[in-house]
């Protein structure tokens, strides 16, 4: 069974604090990215990496960055959390999107980030 | 146009509704597009590719018509377990990463 796994559920930070969010996988994926999930703006990519130490910005990199030293783990820094960073993370796999008919995206179960 | 576009929500339907939702996107050079359902606090989970010649999965049909740059999902007899998010996903320009739609709520009663 495919299996993607953030490292917490929930968590709660201060204004300022170094915050890390890590995303391990087992399918030996290429492909691993970072979205945030807010209500009415629906998932939104931050960064991207297809291959160790490779990252891509996303859509909304500002404030963050990420780090891949092995395969199978992509991890999101928020290197001074501020308030307007509170929401739900979710990290996902895939292989890469190739022709016709891509490939499925698996997600964590996401990280419920809130910063006071 | 915004890169992936959905109809705004919510549907509220009875069961055993015939309900379709549409999509737009921007990339001309897409190659690959899906369906994805997000139930309430879950990750989203892929529902169904989408294929150029259109594809069927049961009680879900989705089509793509790349001219006008539109993809639809049709869910037919509706249950109340299809009560769920459902999101458009389309491929970014690059190729490198897939970009979602804001989802279309879905919400099924008896």
């Known amino acids: 069974d495919v299996k993607v796994t953030q490292s917490s559920r929930y968590l709660v930070k201060r204004t300022g604090e170094k915050v890390f969010l890590e995303c391990v996988q087992d399918m030996d994926h290429e492909n691993m990215f970072w979205y945030r999930q807010d209500p009415g703006l629906g998932l939104r990519l931050i960064y991207f990496?297809?291959?160790?130490?490779?990252?891509e910005k996303g859509d909304i990199p500002e404030g963050y960055s990420v780090s891949r030293e092995k395969k199978e783990r992509f991890s999101l820094i928020l290197e001074s959390a501020s308030t307007n960073q509170t929401s739900m993370y979710l990290c996902a796999s895939s292989m890469p999107v190739q022709g016709a008919y891509g490939t499925e995206a698996f997600f964590g179960q996401g990280t419920r980030l809130t910063v006071v | 146009r915004k890169e992936v576009e959905q109809d705004p929500g919510p549907f509220n339907v009875p069961e055993g509704a015939t309900v379709a939702f549409n999509c737009t996107y921007s990339?001309?050079?897409?190659?690959?597009f899906f369906w994805y359902r997000q139930d309430c606090r879950k990750e989203p989970k892929l529902l169904m590719s989408v294929y150029s010649s259109g594809n069927e999965d049961g009680r879900f049909t989705a089509q793509l018509n790349r001219a006008s740059q539109y993809i639809s999902l049709l869910i037919r007899d509706s249950k109340l377990s299809d009560s769920a998010t459902y999101l458009c996903v389309v491929e970014n320009q690059a190729g490198t990463a897939l970009i979602f739609g804001k989802g279309t709520t879905l919400s099924v009663s008896s």
């Open positions: 990339n001309s050079a897409s190659q690959s």
């Open positions: 990496s297809y291959d160790v130490k490779m990252k």
